[in-house]
């Protein structure tokens, strides 16, 4: 066995209490905050397919990997379709990296695949159903149980205006003012709605590309380290990001589905929806992500990470000003 | 002034060479940013063919806007300085604002995203 796969041998065997033996490593994704890797895991004669998610350092980690374990076993609990978590390791000796283990769960998540899958299946708007159904689930977990980890908004601050907070700072970094940018951010103030009357728990980054679907369906909520403590509102309005569509435009919910089916869901569930909320929090995530492609180009060239694909972001702003435009048009303006 | 190839040309064939040869001839992970570089030189190729032109027209609009005169960098500091003081525009002023702001943007696109302004509704 390779070193890897005795660590993780030995540390499963440990919380099992029975010896197990670990093969079939197979690297499913790499990128450049965490390794997702498949493999098989014997005890007992009985053979398991699971998954590892492993941090190359304990320093770069958004939300403590104990927190994030927690935050989706306690979402599990609840009713959310995540695979199930059998543990985190935060000793970064026993592989190389704080890592968890979870059940593996086949099917597509690449976005391109998905969108295939969808039209083929013919079952987009029934994995919108399932993942407004999903988030309606985790919304309705009492704050309260929420991962001491997770980050929130400061006492006497509500999510909006942290989050209006977040942007005006990014905006005050741009490396050249962004007449569009700053637009964005005027409207985002003169139509900031109430703060929500409650705030839940949230994913924050559920979208294609964060699932897994196959033709039954909706199988598994990826990637849960942007969990936070906020308004539900943003995490509807997230899916709904012309970015998350990858050309499918016509179809709202991530180029796979219609609103209709997705809202409703939500509702049926017990969730509240509010459209202002929902269209503000659309306008924000565009903006924000604008920023965050800004910030990447100021990164490669003020040398932190100095890579052409971070270079390229730069050259990406136009696409989410487009976008946010088209969602802050004026009364009586149109966009020919 | 240079003999040719022009700039665009050349970028033009850079962007032939990074997407027809070296993408195959490389592997792993130099592939992603083999065909991000291949796009890029793509991107300055309409740069160079493009910006002068809509930056010239992006100036013009900004003088109608703020009735004022100056560089293209003064100008867009100026609508900046504008727009972030939080006194409302009246109506037609927010809807001409915005219609720079589109056209604008619009034309960045055909420079850095053909075709992403197909899609006008969010």
């Known amino acids: 066995m390779s070193a890897l796969a005795d660590g993780l ?13 670990v093969a079939g490593l197979d690297q499913s994704s790499a990128g450049a905050r965490r390794t ?16 590892a998610t492993i ?15 927690e935050v989706r076993t306690l979402a599990q609990a609840n ?54 159904d999903a988030l309606a689930r985790l919304h309705a977990v009492d704050p309260a149980l929420a991962p001491a980890g997770l980050p929130r908004p400061a006492d006497g601050v509500g999510p909006i205006a942290t989050a209006l907070g977040g942007v005006r700072d990014s905006i005050g970094l741009l490396l050249q003012p962004e007449p569009a940018l700053l637009y964005g951010l005027r409207w985002l103030e003169a139509n900031r709605p109430d703060e929500p009357a409650r705030r839940t728990i949230v994913h924050s980054d559920v979208r294609t590309g964060n699932v897994i679907v196959g033709a039954d369906g909706l199988r598994a909520i990826l990637d849960w380290e942007t969990a936070k403590v906020g308004d539900p509102m943003e995490d509807l309005a997230w899916p709904c990001l012309r970015m998350w569509r990858f050309r499918n435009d016509d179809l709202l919910v ?12 939500y509702r049926a569930a017990g969730g509240a929806w509010d459209q202002d909320r929902f269209e503000w929090w659309r306008a924000l995530g565009t903006l924000r992500w604008g920023l965050g492609l800004a910030n990447q180009a100021a990164q490669h060239l003020d040398g932190r990470f100095r890579t052409i694909v971070m270079a390229a972001s730069g050259r990406r702003v136009s696409e989410l000003t487009w976008d946010l435009l088209c969602l802050i048009t004026p009364p009586g303006g149109r966009i020919d | 002034m240079q003999y040719r190839p022009t700039a665009a040309e050349l970028l033009a064939d850079i962007a032939d060479l990074l997407d027809d040869e070296v993408l195959d001839a490389v592997g792993g992970p130099l592939q992603h940013r083999v065909r991000v570089a291949g796009n890029l030189a793509r991107i300055l190729e309409r740069e160079v063919r493009l910006a ?71």
């Open chain 2, 52 to 122: 002068p032109v809509a930056d010239a027209a992006e100036a013009e609009r900004l003088r109608a806007l703020l009735g004022r005169d100056g560089t293209l960098v003064e100008l867009r500091a100026a609508l900046a300085a504008r727009l972030g003081d939080p006194t409302p525009f009246d109506a037609d002023t927010e809807r001409a604002v915005h219609a720079a702001l589109v056209a604008t943007t619009r034309a960045d696109l055909a420079i850095a995203k053909p075709g992403h302004d197909d899609w006008s509704r969010g």
């Open chain 1, 36 to 51: 997702n890797l498949g493999f098989d895991a014997t005890a007992d004669g009985v053979t398991r397919r699971l998954a």
């Open chain 1, 254 to 265: 991530g180029g796979i589905s219609r609103i209709e089916p997705y809202r409703d869901a």
């Open chain 1, 79 to 132: 009713g959310v379709i995540t695979p199930f978590i059998h543990g985190a390791c935060l000793d970064p000796s026993v592989i190389g990296g704080p890592f968890f283990v979870s059940d593996f769960v086949t099917g597509e998540s690449v976005p391109r695949r998905v969108l295939r899958l969808v039209e083929q299946a013919g079952n987009g708007e029934r994995i919108a159903a399932q993942i407004a």
């Open chain 1, 9 to 21: 041998a030995r540390w499963l065997g440990e919380r099992w209490g029975m010896t197990v033996t």
């Open chain 1, 55 to 69: 941090l190359p350092t304990a320093d770069i980690q958004l939300i403590d990997l104990g927190a994030e374990a």
